[in-house]
């Protein structure tokens, strides 16, 4: 009985090592390559502020508009005094071709020596780095209280971009 379990035995692994010998055969394999390339980080920095101009409060509120091409208009009981109104303009830069978003808040709070006012300003979207360069202006809508006081007012708010 021990040699016929040892002729078994000897005849399972023969036939095991054949098995796996053929599987061995049949398999194949490939060194497959992997690549990136980081994009530069996107950027942003502030041309110009964006700016109102001189303008003469009344007895009535009105508004000033600075367009995104930099044009100034106001209604109700606001004058339009001159000075240098100017819509915000930002350079943008990082991947060539890439696409980016803007993120601004849709108001702003100027403040000085009187009540404070709002501004709401104009989302400008999205835009291409063409170049790895691009531009946008952001305008707005500044609200002028009745009798509001007279001195210089100022706000800051944060432009955000990020790929898309």
Do not use: C, H, R
């Not at 109700?76 to 240098?84: A, K």
């Not at 109104?85 to 709070?109: D, K, L, M, Q, R």
């Not at 835009?127 to 202006?137: E, H, Q, R, S, V």
């Amino acid at each position: 009985m021990t040699i016929t379990m040892k002729k078994v035995s000897v005849l399972g692994a023969v036939m095991a090592a054949a098995l796996y010998a053929g599987q061995a055969q049949a398999a194949s394999s490939v060194s497959a390559g992997a690549s990136v390339e980081i994009a530069a980080p996107v950027s942003i920095v502030q041309d110009t502020a964006l700016a109102f101009g001189n303008v003469g409060p009344s007895a009535a509120s009105g508004t000033v508009t600075v367009s995104v091409a930099g044009a100034k208009s106001v209604t109700g009981g606001v004058s339009d005094l001159g000075g240098s109104p100017a819509a915000g303009a930002f350079t943008v830069t990082g991947a060539s071709g890439a696409t980016y978003s803007v993120t601004i808040p849709g108001t702003v709070s100027l403040t000085g020596p009187g009540t404070a006012m709002t501004v709401t300003l104009t989302d400008p979207g999205a835009g291409t780095l063409t170049g790895g360069t691009d531009t946008f202006n952001v305008g707005g809508t500044l609200a002028v209280g009745a009798n509001q006081t007279a001195g210089s007012y100022s706000g800051t708010y944060t432009v955000s971009v990020n790929y898309q």
